[in-house]
């Protein structure tokens, strides 16, 4: 399938390269994604998936290599102009939630990256259970809460890119569900979403292609269409 | 902010047995040669400089080996160090002079005082950690400080004056100038080898480990507290030492011995000289009264010079001078 | 009125008029402790630049343009030295704190320390060190007012109000805003802000030369009270200390209170017995340390 490839990219990695301090832990990745596409990234613990979206994020001592985004080279910029000129919004792994903001302060927290933010109305909208704890400290939410205020949180900025780090970890089956259901919404509005994912089962029907990452380097790629006759591999590729 | 991973590490580079045996062999011949420098440098003092200069230089450079035990060798900035100098100098003033006790036990007197206060001054600063425990040693001492100030015996501002410097042993006339500078320079030298063996006893070596990583050593099972607890007692108790000696020295106790601004002055030497190293708070002693000495002439100026001294080496020198050799010679430990 | 119930509360408003200044002070150390996790010696010398600033204003700054008639008076200096110690302020942390971050906090405490007795060398030099009264109070705050118990110094008054005001509008900033939640937020998580896209190193530039305007804030105050010398903030900076080890730099709220809560009980030690009144704080930080380790308001670490 070579369908991606005639479009342009819209986040294009190349040969990426990262450190936490002395240690080298990214040693090459390659990945494209075109507009309103979904790509998740599969692999064990410490492969290097959340460290790639770190990378991007510029929240690795340093990096070397190329990250466009619509053709505009980030690699060199300063951590702080990422998120605004990218138009990024990320959501960590350890969810990000301010314990000492309350959580209309969390979500009000990211500065605007475009015009075509999401209403808190709209907010609450699409996730009910945080307009009844509006008022309340981060500390005090539940798992649930604290990962729909993270993805609220960066609804609300106008990002277009969203970077999801393991969005489901250690989350009830039915948020699990509720979540699926956002993340296919927001592909349907067109979003452009990289999942870091260990649940395959819930980002196999979302994605279009998934990057296999181990020991810091992109070592399969499968898209979405060859899923079912590349099992074998994948089951060889996740298992502990 | 939240990147304070690699923190110890930076605050001395002393690391023992690290290295292929060539190293460690280089690393004891430069050890023996500033040994070596060291006590001819105490013996032919005398017949250089001003005998009364050089046990200032000695009453320091101990004071300062004394906190690098701490500092350089525990992980802890106390701020309060000079009440353990101060403090010692005047109960051992106060028992040479109105007790009558001899040198040695006014020595001892002041030196017990201050191995007490820090048990006391240690006990409750270690109820917090890091930063929290400089200010607390700081305030604690500020108490001390006070207290001198305030107490009857003391001489309040004028300071504990005419201390008999008396007969050590009963029959060493310590008002001979040589008699003085020698026992001054054994007490010294005594001082600074069990410093010495301190830092390289298995009790140092836990020392270091909690200096490194607190919470691995307290997982190793080491009750880090008592550790912690017993190298500040040492330390002040060595500090008193210092203090009581410079006290007899001196023949007089004052309040700078006691004030804030001489604790910085002890964290300067250390800091300049090169935070847990063995030589370096000695070195440090030797450059920044050296300095003192030579800018007494233009006043106030000097606090500046010193404060100016800190600023740069904590921002460009943070090995200080002996750590900077021990780096261009390549060596762990000097 | 029972004379001993007076004599304690007059005694405890003065000691309320020193509290203005732990509180102001404490509120500044933590303001800047939470972002830049700094314990900033120089605090004490900033409160007195800001104190000299006032003074040379009043008594020198006409003198230096050529003007001698001209004297920069209480109210425009009460704006003008807190900018100018903020401005200072700003430039410790833009060209020599911001290289320590990554490293142990004792060392940021060590360059502060180095700061304060430049500063404080620098102004023992031109000044007495003994100190010089502030002649610029302002006519309308002279005199006394009668508070029922005592005859108070109307500008004594005002200095009380005026800072549980600045104080409280602190808090409000801090706890209630869209720039304090930014703030806390840094204080949590720098790193996650920072790729929120808010620019983190500039934030931090402002909190400090913030914290240290309020102190620059608390010496324009104290000009008229005490007399303006080099040495004023080095012996309070040691008080404020014992403070923050009281009240535990987590809680803006907790600052304040226990600043002016320890000015009180200072003052009403005067009356019991006066030589304990310059250290019972540092008692009852000794207190507080045995039966409550992390500070009245500390969080558990």
Same mark, same amino acid.
């Given at each position: 399938?070579?369908?991606?490839?005639?479009?342009?990219?819209?986040?294009?990695?190349?040969?990426?390269?990262?450190?936490?301090?002395?240690?080298?832990?990214?040693?090459?990745?390659?990945?494209?994604?075109?507009?309103?596409?979904?790509?998740? &990234?599969?692999?064990?613990?410490?492969?290097?998936?959340?460290?790639?979206?770190?990378?991007?994020?510029?929240?690795?001592?340093?990096?070397?290599?190329?990250?466009?985004?619509?053709?505009?080279?980030?690699?060199?910029?300063?951590?702080?102009?990422?998120?605004?000129?990218?138009?990024?919004?990320?959501?960590?792994?350890?969810?990000?939630?301010?314990?000492?903001?309350?959580?209309?302060?969390? &979500?009000?927290?990211?500065?605007?990256?475009?015009?075509?933010?999401?209403?808190?109305?709209?907010?609450?909208?699409?996730?009910?259970? !945080?307009?009844?704890?509006?008022?309340?400290?981060?500390?005090? &939410?539940?798992?649930?809460?604290?990962?729909? !205020?993270?993805?609220?949180?960066? &609804?609300?900025?106008?990002?277009? !890119?969203?970077?999801?780090?393991?969005?489901?970890?250690?989350?009830?089956?039915?948020?699990?569900?509720?979540?699926?259901?956002?993340?296919?919404?927001?592909?349907?509005?067109?979003?452009?979403?990289? !999942?870091?994912?260990?649940?395959?089962?819930?980002?196999?029907?979302?994605?279009?292609?998934?990057?296999?990452?181990?020991?810091?380097?992109?070592?399969?790629?499968?898209?979405?269409?060859?899923?079912?006759?590349?099992?074998?591999?994948?089951?060889?590729?996740?298992?502990? | 902010?939240? %990147?304070?991973?690699?923190?110890?590490?930076?605050?001395?580079?002393? %690391?023992?047995?690290?290295?292929?045996?060539?190293?460690?062999?280089?690393?004891?011949?430069?050890?023996?040669?500033?040994?070596?420098?060291?006590?001819?440098?105490?013996?032919?003092?005398?017949?250089?400089?001003?005998?009364?200069?050089?046990?200032?230089?000695?009453?320091?450079?101990?004071?300062? *080996?004394?906190?690098?035990?701490?500092?350089?060798?525990?992980?802890?900035?106390?701020?309060?160090?000079?009440?353990?100098?101060?403090?010692?100098?005047?109960?051992?003033?106060?028992?040479?002079?109105?007790?009558?006790?001899?040198?040695?036990?006014?020595?001892?007197?002041?030196?017990?005082?201050?191995?007490?206060?820090?048990?006391?001054?240690?006990?409750?600063?270690?109820?917090?950690?890091?930063?929290?425990?400089?200010?607390?040693?700081? *305030?604690?001492?500020?108490?001390?400080?006070?207290?001198?100030?305030?107490?009857?015996?003391?001489?309040?501002?004028?300071?504990?004056?005419?201390?008999?410097?008396?007969?050590?042993?009963?029959?060493?006339?310590?008002?001979?100038?040589?008699?003085?500078?020698?026992?001054?320079?054994?007490?010294?030298?005594?001082?600074?080898?069990?410093?010495?063996?301190?830092?390289?006893?298995?009790?140092?070596?836990?020392?270091?480990?909690?200096?490194?990583? %607190?919470?691995?050593?307290?997982?190793?099972?080491?009750?880090?507290?008592?550790?912690?607890?017993?190298?500040?007692?040492?330390?002040?108790?060595?500090?008193?030492?210092?203090?009581?000696?410079?006290?007899?020295?001196?023949?007089?106790?004052?309040?700078?011995?006691?004030?804030?601004?001489?604790?910085?002055?002890?964290?300067?030497?250390?800091?300049?000289?090169?935070?847990?190293?063995?030589?370096?708070?000695?070195?440090? *002693?030797?450059?920044?009264?050296?300095?003192?000495? *030579?800018?007494?002439?233009?006043?106030?100026?000097?606090?500046?010079?010193?404060?100016?001294?800190?600023?740069?080496?904590?921002?460009?020198?943070?090995?200080?001078?002996?750590?900077?050799?021990?780096?261009?010679?390549?060596?762990?430990?000097? | 009125?029972?004379?001993?119930?007076?004599?304690?509360?007059?005694?405890?408003?003065?000691?309320?008029? /020193?509290?203005?200044?732990?509180?102001?002070?404490?509120?500044?150390?933590?303001?800047?402790?939470?972002?830049?996790?700094?314990? /900033?010696?120089?605090? =004490?010398?900033?409160?007195? $630049?800001?104190?000299?600033?006032?003074?040379?204003?009043?008594?020198?700054? =006409?003198?230096?343009?050529?003007?001698?008639?001209?004297?920069?008076? @209480?109210?425009?200096?009460?704006?003008?030295?807190?900018?100018?110690?903020?401005? @200072?302020?700003?430039?410790?942390?833009?060209?020599?704190?911001?290289?320590? +971050?990554?490293?142990?906090?004792? +060392?940021?405490?060590?360059?502060?320390?180095?700061?304060?007795?430049?500063?404080?060398?620098? #102004?023992?030099? @031109?000044?007495?060190?003994?100190?010089?009264?502030?002649?610029?109070?302002?006519?309308?705050?002279?005199?006394?007012?009668?508070?029922?118990?005592?005859?108070?110094?109307?500008?004594?008054?005002?200095?009380?109000?005026?800072?549980?005001?600045?104080?409280?509008?602190?808090?409000?900033?801090?706890?209630?805003?869209?720039?304090?939640?930014?703030?806390?937020?840094?204080?949590?998580?720098?790193?996650?802000?920072?790729?929120?896209?808010?620019?983190?190193?500039?934030?931090?530039?402002?909190?400090?030369?913030?914290?240290?305007?309020?102190? =620059?804030?608390?010496?324009?105050?104290?000009?008229?009270? +005490?007399?303006?010398?080099?040495?004023?903030?080095?012996?309070?900076?040691?008080?404020?200390?014992?403070?923050?080890?009281?009240?535990?730099?987590?809680?803006?709220?907790?600052?304040?209170?226990?600043?002016?809560?320890?000015?009180?009980?200072?003052?009403?030690?005067?009356? #019991?017995?006066?030589?304990?009144?310059?250290?019972?704080?540092?008692? $009852?930080?000794?207190?507080?340390?045995?039966?409550?380790?992390?500070?009245? @308001?500390?969080?558990?670490?």
């Amino acid at each position: 399938m070579s369908t991606t490839t005639l479009t342009k990219p819209m986040l294009k990695i190349e040969n990426l390269h990262a450190w936490y301090g002395e240690s080298h832990v990214l040693h090459g990745i390659n990945l494209e994604l075109a507009e309103g596409q979904l790509i998740t &990234l599969l692999g064990r613990n410490g492969a290097g998936r959340s460290t790639t979206l770190r990378s991007i994020m510029g929240m690795v001592d340093r990096r070397t290599g190329s990250i466009a985004i619509n053709g505009e080279e980030f690699i060199t910029k300063p951590a702080h102009r990422i998120t605004p000129d990218g138009r990024i919004g990320f959501c960590p792994e350890e969810r990000g939630i301010f314990a000492s903001l309350t959580v209309e302060e969390n &979500l009000m927290l990211p500065p605007a990256v475009g015009a075509d933010g999401m209403s808190i109305e709209e907010l609450f909208e699409m996730f009910p259970n !945080l307009a009844n704890v509006r008022k309340r400290m981060g500390t005090r &939410l539940s798992g649930g809460e604290q990962q729909m !205020l993270a993805i609220a949180r960066i &609804l609300r900025t106008g990002a277009r !890119l969203l970077l999801l780090d393991e969005i489901t970890e250690g989350l009830a089956p039915v948020i699990v569900k509720t979540l699926g259901r956002v993340i296919r919404d927001l592909k349907s509005r067109g979003y452009t979403i990289v !999942l870091v994912e260990q649940n395959f089962r819930f980002a196999a029907p979302l994605a279009d292609r998934h990057y296999v990452i181990e020991h810091g380097e992109v070592i399969d790629t499968i898209e979405s269409a060859d899923v079912e006759s590349s099992m074998d591999r994948l089951n060889h590729y996740l298992s502990v | 902010m939240q %990147e304070m991973s690699n923190t110890t590490t930076d605050i001395g580079e002393f %690391e023992e047995n690290t290295g292929e045996p060539e190293h460690r062999t280089r690393s004891r011949i430069w050890q023996g040669i500033f040994w070596v420098a060291l006590i001819g440098f105490l013996l032919i003092a005398p017949a250089l400089l001003y005998p009364v200069f050089v046990m200032q230089l000695l009453c320091f450079a101990l004071f300062a *080996a004394a906190f690098n035990l701490l500092i350089g060798f525990t992980g802890l900035l106390s701020f309060g160090h000079a009440a353990f100098f101060g403090g010692a100098a005047y109960i051992a003033g106060h028992a040479l002079k109105v007790w009558g006790f001899p040198p040695l036990l006014g020595i001892a007197t002041g030196t017990l005082f201050a191995a007490a206060l820090g048990w006391a001054v240690g006990s409750l600063a270690i109820r917090r950690q890091g930063i929290y425990f400089a200010m607390i040693t700081l *305030a604690l001492a500020q108490i001390v400080y006070f207290l001198v100030l305030q107490l009857p015996f003391t001489g309040g501002e004028d300071g504990l004056q005419g201390i008999p410097r008396g007969h050590l042993l009963g029959f060493i006339d310590l008002n001979q100038p040589l008699a003085m500078y020698y026992t001054v320079a054994a007490i010294f030298l005594i001082g600074f080898l069990v410093i010495y063996r301190i830092i390289h006893s298995p009790f140092g070596q836990v020392l270091l480990a909690i200096r490194e990583n %607190e919470p691995r050593a307290l997982s190793l099972g080491y009750n880090v507290d008592r550790f912690k607890l017993l190298a500040f007692v040492l330390s002040a108790a060595l500090a008193g030492l210092a203090g009581s000696t410079k006290a007899l020295v001196f023949q007089f106790a004052s309040l700078t011995d006691a004030h804030w601004q001489m604790s910085g002055e002890v964290i300067l030497m250390t800091l300049l000289g090169g935070m847990g190293t063995i030589f370096g708070p000695v070195v440090g *002693a030797f450059v920044v009264v050296a300095l003192q000495h *030579a800018l007494s002439g233009i006043g106030s100026w000097v606090q500046v010079v010193i404060g100016g001294t800190f600023i740069a080496c904590v921002l460009l020198f943070r090995r200080g001078i002996v750590g900077e050799l021990a780096r261009l010679l390549k060596i762990n430990s000097l | 009125m029972d004379p001993m119930i007076r004599l304690i509360l007059a005694q405890g408003m003065l000691g309320l008029n /020193n509290g203005v200044f732990y509180a102001m002070l404490s509120l500044g150390l933590a303001v800047i402790f939470g972002l830049l996790n700094v314990v /900033n010696f120089a605090h =004490g010398a900033l409160y007195m $630049l800001g104190a000299f600033l006032a003074l040379i204003l009043y008594s020198y700054a =006409g003198a230096w343009v050529g003007l001698d008639a001209l004297h920069i008076g @209480f109210w425009p200096a009460l704006i003008l030295a807190p900018l100018l110690v903020a401005c @200072f302020g700003m430039l410790i942390e833009r060209f020599m704190l911001r290289r320590l +971050y990554k490293l142990d906090p004792i +060392y940021s405490l060590l360059l502060t320390f180095g700061v304060t007795l430049v500063l404080q060398g620098l #102004f023992i030099n @031109f000044f007495n060190a003994s100190g010089t009264p502030y002649p610029g109070m302002p006519e309308s705050l002279r005199g006394v007012v009668n508070l029922g118990f005592m005859m108070f110094p109307k500008y004594r008054l005002f200095v009380i109000i005026f800072s549980i005001i600045v104080c409280f509008a602190v808090w409000y900033m801090i706890e209630r805003t869209r720039i304090g939640s930014r703030l806390r937020a840094g204080t949590e998580n720098p790193e996650l802000v920072k790729a929120f896209g808010i620019n983190v190193p500039l934030m931090v530039m402002l909190t400090f030369g913030f914290g240290t305007g309020l102190a =620059g804030l608390a010496g324009v105050l104290a000009a008229p009270i +005490y007399s303006v010398s080099p040495l004023m903030g080095a012996n309070l900076i040691i008080v404020i200390f014992a403070v923050v080890v009281i009240g535990g730099m987590g809680s803006i709220a907790g600052a304040v209170l226990t600043g002016f809560a320890l000015g009180l009980v200072e003052g009403i030690t005067k009356v #019991f017995y006066a030589p304990a009144a310059n250290t019972v704080i540092f008692l $009852l930080m000794v207190i507080v340390l045995l039966v409550r380790p992390n500070g009245l @308001f500390g969080r558990q670490s």
